[in-house]
């Protein structure tokens, strides 16, 4: 699949998904948003189309830096017209997006003071390296988002049809793994906190099961 074609697909595709998701998505926001400090640097790896952009509510005295990262150059339009919508280019607050991977992310060591990353993990090539960067580029303290769709945990069958059907996935959709355990890997990864929930969505069958939580550094 080209990446012109991809990003239109996700633009519009995952509309379902993401009105479901976005009761849990919302309050998960809010906790992050709320703990961070005055005018804080916020970097959002895997941006795609930034479905995102509606749960980035800025203060009044608090002003978002939001610098989306994307292999997809096809996605920026998307994003930069969600961001637009969501009035997250105006009133001091500024929406960036460049080039990158997220196994080589393009900031300097302890420079953000959070990550965001949503329905990424399951298609980058090296999780774990992912995962460092992220730990790398945050402040100490720094905040990390995230929520993943994840091989089931409480439904064998499902979790078989995953393993079965992931060969299928990647090939159609960009790289995406249905049977990766990202909650494992993050918990794993040496963060000083993880607090994360997992919990089974009901609109898109085998990307139901989910962990979701912010990781503190």
């Known amino acids: 699949m080209t990446d012109m074609r991809f990003a239109l697909g996700m633009s519009s595709g995952m509309k379902d998904y993401e009105a479901e998701a976005s009761t849990k998505k ?7 948003l709320s703990s961070l400090p005055s005018s804080p640097s916020i970097v ?4 795609g189309s930034f479905p995102n952009s509606k749960f980035y509510h800025p203060s009044s005295s608090s002003n978002l830096d939001i610098i989306g990262v994307d292999p997809n150059d096809s996605m920026k339009g998307y994003a930069m017209s969600n961001a637009n919508d969501a009035g997250l280019t105006k009133n001091g607050n500024s929406v960036r997006i460049v080039h990158g991977v997220s196994e080589a992310l393009p900031f300097d060591d302890n420079s953000v003071d959070a990550c965001v990353v949503t329905l990424t993990f399951c298609s980058v090539l ?3 390296a992912s995962i460092a960067e992220i730990k790398r580029i945050l402040k100490p303290n720094g905040k990390f988002l ?9 439904d064998t ?14 090939k159609v959709a960009d790289g995406c793994h249905l049977n990766r355990k990202t909650g494992e890997t993050i918990s794993n990864a040496g963060f000083k906190k993880v607090d994360l929930d997992y919990f089974e969505l009901k609109t898109f069958s085998y990307l139901n099961p989910t962990v979701a939580g912010i990781a503190t550094k």
Request: proline share 3%; aromatic share 10%; charged share 15%.
């Open 126 to 128: 090296d999780p774990e």
């Open 26 to 32: 919302a309050e998960l926001f809010s906790k992050l």
């Open 146 to 154: 995230f929520w993943e769709h994840v091989l089931s945990q409480t």
């Open 157 to 170: 069958n499902m979790a078989n049809f995953q393993n079965v059907m992931t060969l299928t996935q990647v």
């Open 44 to 47: 959002e790896v895997g941006m």
